[in-house]
């Protein structure tokens, strides 16, 4: 049968089984590389990561393989997750990372790009099923080939496993469009759920380790997520696409100097604290203790005395002051100012050294600032007291304390790019942290204005440019949904209006689908119902969670011990039993077949966070979504709205 639907099925088996062997012919000749062998003690540690690294991506699942085949005139290329080569180095597999691999991802019917013909395959189990074939450079086939193909489809409506997959042989045009875009710039893709955000950033910090290797490799690349629970979720996605060095951190384990947190702000404070307000008072701060003397100094030098008067001491300080270097170290720029004033008068090189009173006034003038001090008494002059020892800092704090680090001494360690998902959720002063970690501006940011839940959230992107660079920035949009079904995010698209954001909604490829279901109880049985919910939709849906406000966590977990499951806090490592349970702040970037949204009309408050919050809960669905609550759904979604 598969002989009489794919003809050339065999000779394809037996390319990639070809393929494998080249593989298998690359790793002998680099196992047999002695870096011993090596001029010096330098070229031998070279050699020695060089080959350990071309090792290890040729030893990964998937290395040797291949998902498409294009084809131009005079040539043919199949296109693979690693560069395969044969024994004359001629490539036998294309890294999808290629020039030349791009129109495999971009070529439709109506705009070919130079291909006629693409071939889409489908692997089961490392062996290839079945194939489909695309005719590019045929006028009466052009429409076939703009849609998205169906062995896409199926990839993309798969079985979740709990940890977040590369997407290389289904990346679509607009998401290719953006993963090879210029690095030199700071890009924000802006995409509703299930555009593909976290996979495209990912995988342009791929692309781009690919085309700039060597001057990443030196600077760095750095992954900031919302937190650990969603950096444990795609830990796996760039050392599968042979990318190891990449850091992947949380925007508050960036910061420094690192104080104790003990303390919790307000909604209020929070948003107080992470204001553009409180930037542009810190940056007046970190200058507002540099107070000029009101009176000259008189320093005896040798047999004569010295003279300089308050405004000439003045406007030494205001040259310094006014210079670019951090703060700290404007004020070293300060004493090569002297210097060149007293070698004039003086004519001695050592001068500096036999001045100790004015010495004295300009350190009085100018003290050493640290940024923890400045911060606390910032905070005090804003109203947050108490200060000194009896502070009880917060994650708001820590952010104002690493950016008057930066202003202070300059930030502490920077990247050659930086990826930051989840952005709307960060306010102007965390957006500034992070933006700081890229002094050439060169990061790519992943966000959805709709699901901007935080105090000092984001509600626009050109704003939140100014606060993560002054370099030149732009909007990319996402606007095709492949991972929620139709049916749930038509639901879903209904509260966009109450969002409080002007956004785009997405559309879903995945028109098939069970539309969300409604299940009302006592609220002396909701705990009970949504256990059972839930056991129900794991059934079919193993990898199944629930999404409910924080109150409920406690006899959720009873309830469901009660039927032999397990209430946890992560999506990674699950045991069989295990059902993962947050708060609908927590699931940001996160997906599951099935996802049991308890109480919406308590998520969905009335206010525009609300609203944002229950749109995040319901868009985490991948197959099935429910309600179980102790009262009606919200209006917006309710049916027949």
């Known amino acids: 049968m598969n002989a009489e639907l794919f003809p050339e099925l065999a000779q394809e088996r037996a390319r990639l089984v070809g393929s494998r062997a080249c593989r298998d012919a690359m790793i002998e000749r680099f196992v047999s590389v002695d870096p011993s062998s090596a001029a010096d003690a330098i070229t031998k540690e070279y050699v020695e990561v060089t080959v350990a690294e071309a090792l290890q991506d040729l030893r990964t699942p998937g290395a040797g393989e291949f998902f498409g085949r294009i084809e131009q005139p005079g040539e043919q290329w199949y296109i693979g997750r690693r560069h395969i080569e044969n024994d004359q180095h001629d490539p036998v597999v294309v890294d999808w990372r290629a020039p030349i691999a791009a129109p495999f991802y971009r070529a439709t019917g109506l705009d070919p790009l130079g291909l006629t013909h693409r071939r889409r395959f489908t692997l089961a189990d490392g062996e290839i099923t079945a194939y489909l074939d695309e005719q590019l450079d045929d006028p009466d086939a052009a429409g076939a080939a703009t849609g998205v193909p169906d062995p896409v489809l199926a990839e993309i409506g798969a079985a979740r496993t709990g940890a977040m997959r590369e997407i290389v042989a289904t990346i679509q045009a607009e998401q290719d469009a953006v993963i090879r875009a210029p690095i030199d710039q700071c890009l924000v893709v802006q995409g509703g759920p299930g555009t593909g955000k976290t996979a495209v950033g990912l995988h342009r910090a791929a692309y781009l380790l690919f085309e700039h290797r060597r001057r990443l490799v030196r600077d760095g690349v750095l992954v900031v997520g919302p937190n650990r629970v969603f950096l444990d979720y795609i830990a796996n996605v760039l050392p599968s696409l042979g990318e190891r060095s990449v850091q992947q951190r949380t925007a508050l384990e960036l910061c420094v100097p690192k104080v104790e947190l003990s303390g919790v702000d307000s909604d209020d404070d929070r948003r107080t604290k992470g204001s553009p307000e409180m930037l542009a008072a810190l940056e007046r701060a970190v200058t507002g203790h540099i107070v000029a003397p009101s009176e000259g100094v008189r320093q005896p030098f040798g047999s004569r005395t010295l003279v300089f008067d308050a405004q000439e001491i003045a406007g030494w300080i205001e040259k310094a002051r006014n210079g670019s270097l951090p703060v700290n170290r404007r004020k070293d720029s300060l004493k090569p100012i002297v210097e060149r004033e007293l070698l004039r008068r003086t004519e001695s090189d050592g001068a500096w050294q036999r001045v100790p009173e004015l010495r004295n006034v300009l350190n009085k003038a100018w003290p050493t600032m640290q940024p923890v001090k400045l911060v606390d008494r910032l905070l005090l ?134 539309a969300p279901g409604f299940v009302w109880c006592s609220t002396a049985d909701l705990c009970r119902v949504v256990a059972a919910q839930a056991a129900d939709v794991r059934h079919r849906h193993h990898n199944t969670g629930v999404v409910a406000p924080a109150p409920l966590h406690a006899g959720l977990a009873v309830a469901l011990a009660d039927i032999g499951l397990v209430a946890v806090g992560r999506v990674h490592g699950l045991a069989p039993n295990d059902v993962p349970v947050f708060v609908p702040e927590a699931v940001k970037g996160l997906e599951f077949d099935g996802v049991i949204v308890v109480n919406p009309h308590e998520v969905f408050d009335g206010t525009a966070r609300g609203a944002r919050l229950l749109y995040v809960a319901m868009t985490r669905a991948v197959q099935v979504l429910r309600f179980v609550g102790d009262a009606d759904l919200p209006p917006p979604i309710r049916a027949g709205s």
């Open 381 to 514: 002059a804003h109203g947050f007291g108490p200060g000194g020892t009896k502070r009880k800092w917060t994650p708001a704090d820590q952010f104002l304390i690493d950016e008057a680090n930066s202003l202070l001494i300059g930030p502490p360690f920077t990247f050659g790019h930086v990826v930051v998902d989840e952005a709307q959720d960060h306010s102007a002063v965390a957006l500034r942290v992070i933006g700081r970690r890229s002094p050439a501006g060169s990061l790519t940011v992943l966000g959805d204005l709709a699901q901007s839940t935080t105090p000092g959230g984001q509600r626009d992107w050109d704003t939140a440019l100014g606060y993560l660079t002054r370099s030149a920035g732009m909007v990319a949009h996402l606007t095709i949904g492949y991972r929620v079904p139709a049916p749930i995010l038509d639901v879903a698209n209904r509260l966009l209006p109450f969002t409080d954001v002007v956004t785009v909604a997405s559309t879903s490829v995945r028109v098939e689908g069970e």
